[in-house]
């Protein structure tokens, strides 16, 4: 049995629409307003700046505040959903196969959608519910560790006391 890659086998309108279709289900994807990771992953520059920024007259003498830069890379999470279609979609106009593939696309979009936010908030393997070695601690049940009480009868309470705790973070 032969193994396919992706190559080519992909219209780039097919994944956009896919992409799309899981960003508006996700709750993570509408929190976050990301961009999806490309296939083989982004390198991003992380800059640290050192100094508080500097008030100089014109002409002045500029000094200089100080960077650090760390490169990361983002490395995507390969989500599967496995499916066996009979020799005739190989054979039906590409107009029909497109077709089928957007339907498919529709259901697909909403299995992936709810996968991410089970993955990213509690780490698991959505079709097995266990940990996901791949994920490992890199979810949000393993790294927030601030927690804020809530009382129903203070609400406005709540609110400015979760503000505190991610100001504090941002210190």
């Known amino acids: 049995m032969s193994v396919l890659s992706k190559g080519t086998l992909f219209d780039p309108v097919l994944v956009k629409d896919l992409v799309s279709k899981v960003k508006g289900k996700s709750s993570l994807a509408v929190l976050s307003t990301q961009e999806p990771i490309s296939f083989n992953g982004n390198k991003e520059m992380v800059f640290t700046m050192d ?11 500029k000094g200089e505040g100080g960077i650090t830069i760390d490169p990361v890379t983002t490395v995507p999470i390969k989500f599967e959903y496995g499916a066996r279609i009979s020799d005739e979609f190989m054979y039906a106009s590409e107009e029909e196969q497109l077709s089928i593939l957007e339907a498919f696309n529709d259901g697909f979009a909403k299995k ?31 790294k927030v560790t601030q927690t804020v ?20 973070l941002r210190r």
């Open 51 to 61: 100094n508080e920024i500097d008030i100089v007259a014109e002409n002045g003498k």
């Open 112 to 142: 992936v959608a709810k996968g991410l936010d089970i993955a990213a908030f509690h780490g698991l393997n959505p079709r097995t519910s266990t940990a996901s070695t791949v994920i490992g601690s890199n979810n949000f049940d393993s």
């Open 149 to 168: 009480t809530y009382n129903s009868e203070k609400v406005d309470e709540n609110i400015e006391s979760a503000i505190a705790v991610i100001e504090g």
